[in-house]
C-alpha cells in the first residue's frame, strides 16, 4: 500500500522559514515525479512545486525564489524549503507522486497524495 506522510507544519511568523517533509512508503519512488500542492479555506487546490525522476524542478510563480522542492530518492522523501513566508501562503500543504517521472503542475495527474500538513503565517 502507498503511503505518503507529510510533516513539518506549524505557525510561523511572516519573514519567517519552515521545512515541509513528505515521506513516501510501500513502493519505491525513485522513478515517480513528486510535487506538493497547497489549499486555503474556500479555494481550489493549486500547484505549489514540483521535482521529476531526474531532479528538474518547477515552480508556481508566487512562490518562485522564496520555495526550494528537493529529494532525497535513498530516503524516499521530499522536501519544501519555505522562506520569507506571506500570510497568503497559509494553507494545508499535501504531497503528491506520479507515475512517468514529469513534475506536472495539474492535481489530477497525481495517483498518489498524503493527508495534508497545516501550515499558518502570521502578520
Not at 512508503?25 to 500547484?47: C, D, H, L, N, V
Not at 521530499?78 to 495539474?106: F, Q
Request: charged share 20%.
Amino acid at each position: 500500500q502507498v503511503q505518503l506522510v507529510e510533516s513539518g507544519g506549524g505557525l510561523v511568523q511572516a519573514g519567517g522559514s519552515l521545512r515541509l517533509s513528505c515521506a513516501a512508503s510501500g513502493r519505491t519512488f525513485s522513478s515517480y515525479a513528486m510535487g506538493w500542492f497547497r489549499q486555503a479555506p474556500g479555494k481550489e487546490r493549486e500547484f505549489v512545486a514540483a521535482i521529476s525522476w531526474s531532479y528538474e524542478r518547477n515552480y508556481a510563480d508566487s512562490v518562485k525564489g522564496r520555495f526550494t522542492i528537493s529529494r532525497d530518492k535513498a530516503k524516499n522523501t521530499v522536501y519544501l524549503e519555505m522562506n520569507s513566508l506571506k500570510p497568503e501562503d497559509t494553507a494545508v500543504y499535501y504531497c503528491a507522486a506520479r507515475v512517468g517521472g514529469y513534475g506536472s503542475r495539474t492535481p489530477n495527474e497525481y495517483e498518489h497524495w498524503g493527508q495534508g500538513t497545516q501550515v499558518t503565517v502570521s502578520s
